[in-house]
Structures are given as C-alpha cells and as structure tokens.
C-alpha cells in the first residue's frame, strides 16, 4: 500500500511511502527475481555476482568491489570511488550508474569506457566539473546534474545523440558557438 506523506499546493501529492510490509516483500521479491542487492553498513549479506545493487553509508569496501554481471548500480552516503581504468572496465554491461547524494569531489575521465550506460545520476554531489569522456557514451539517454552548485558541463552535452532528458540547476555550462536551438 502506497501512503501519501506530504502533500503540496492544490492538494497535489508532493511524496509518498510504502507501508514496511510492502517494502519488505519487494525487496525480498528483487533478491528472488532479478539478483538485487542492497548493501547497508555493518548489517549486509553479499550475492553471487548480483545483476542490480544499492550501496549505504559507502564504505570503501563495497566500492572496491568490481562485477561485470552488475546492471545497475545506486550509491548513496559517504565513500570514496576507485577511478582506475581497469576498474571502470569491470563495470562493461552497467545501464544504471546513480550516486545521488553521494559525497563524490570528482568523476574520473574513465566513466566514458561505460559504453552501455542508460542513465547517469550525479544529483546533489560535490562534484566541480564533468569530464569531457561523457561526450563517449553513447547510448545515454538520462544525465542527471541537478543540485550540484557551480559544476562546470564540457561542451560536449551537444555531441549526445540519444540524450533525450537532462536535469540540471544551479550550473554553468558553455553553449556551442554559431549554434541554432528551436
């Protein structure tokens, strides 16, 4: 059963939850079904090569740990991300790549080896400047940079054939010379 938490202006739902019963039973239905791992501190129980998995409070040593079955990878907390090539390169079939509210200073030039990336979630992170390897990926159709004050966006957002929905606030970013927008 989903419950409304918060309603907003108009009496428009504004955020919800989802009884514990409920959560519970998805959660232990994701692990049956489709290989998700939810990894907490302190209190984690690690699959064989999961295909989907959430991090908490990211310590190093969930982070360190390369699979290159994962699909979808979503990091929440403090922590710090190995940025090795060879790391990276582990992660070669990931589509769902978040760290929203993650305490991430930088992104390494090595995200754009993620050439089957979907979606790139860097919402509220520390993050200054985007390197310019995302003009690599390919096949991103969701860049998420929203409440990162002062990121610096490469030009090369412009270059993203299948981008098709970018969120971004409170950034700065070069628009291309000579170029025509509708």
């Known amino acids: 059963m989903v419950q409304v938490k918060e309603l907003g202006k108009f009496d428009r739902v504004k955020s919800c939850n989802v009884h514990d019963l409920l959560h519970k039973l998805s ?3 994701a692990k049956e079904e489709i290989s998700f791992e939810i990894l ?11 295909r989907h998995r959430a991090i908490y409070c990211g310590t190093g040593s969930f982070i360190h740990s390369p ?3 994962l699909r979808s990878l979503f990091v929440h907390g403090a922590g710090k991300v190995d940025d090795s090539p060879s790391y990276w ?8 790549l978040d760290f929203e509210d993650f305490d991430l200073k930088n992104l390494s030039d090595t995200i754009g080896a993620l050439t089957w990336l979907r979606y790139l979630g860097l919402r509220n992170t520390k993050i200054k400047e985007l390197p310019s ?3 690599r990926l390919k096949n ?21 054939a299948s981008l098709r929905h970018l969120y971004m606030s409170e950034i700065r970013c070069q628009l291309p010379k000579n170029r025509h927008f509708e």
């Open 89 to 96: 390169k582990s992660f070669g079939l990931l589509k769902v």
């Open 140 to 160: 991103l159709e969701v860049l998420d940079i929203a409440k990162n004050n002062g990121m610096e966006v490469p030009n090369v957002l412009w270059k993203m």
């Open 133 to 135: 390897s995302l003009g």
């Open 27 to 29: 959660i232990t239905k």
């Open 67 to 69: 699979n290159d079955r």
């Open 40 to 50: 907490r501190q302190g209190k984690s129980q690690h699959l064989d090569k999961p």
